[in-house]
């Protein structure tokens, strides 16, 4: 049982900011890669940026250099900076987890947060 709580949606103005945060509890025994995904109405759910346990991160080709992700081990969350948006950034966003179960065979279970809405208008 693994859950995730995600945080930080919103209106914003075009060329605003925006942190979004999502925290992941449950029964786990680690964390590995977590990242970030939107979807806006019509279209299919696309990655926005991920994070691995290493630290390395991915981001899509329309965010980069705009957006940035990171982590926080110790509190279990993962971040997304959100800077220069415009309204092609609308749509909700959900967080999502790689976990590895508390079992010998640690088993990989990837749970999806709930979504927020973000909303880029002026």
Do not use: H
């Amino acid at each position: 049982q693994v859950q995730l709580v995600e945080s930080g949606g919103g209106l914003v103005q075009p060329g605003g900011s925006l942190r979004l945060s999502c925290a992941v509890s449950g029964s786990f025994f680690s964390i590995n890669a977590m990242g970030w995904y939107r979807q806006a109405p019509g279209k299919q759910r696309e990655l926005v940026a991920q994070i691995t346990s290493f630290g390395n991160t991915n981001y899509a080709d329309s965010v980069k250099g705009r957006f940035t992700i990171s982590r926080d081990n110790a509190k279990n969350t993962v971040y997304l900076q959100m800077n220069s948006l415009s309204p092609e950034d609308t749509a909700v966003y959900y967080c999502n987890a790689e976990t590895k179960d508390r079992s010998f065979s640690r088993a990989m279970t990837l749970t999806w947060g709930q979504g927020t809405q973000v909303t880029v208008s002026s």
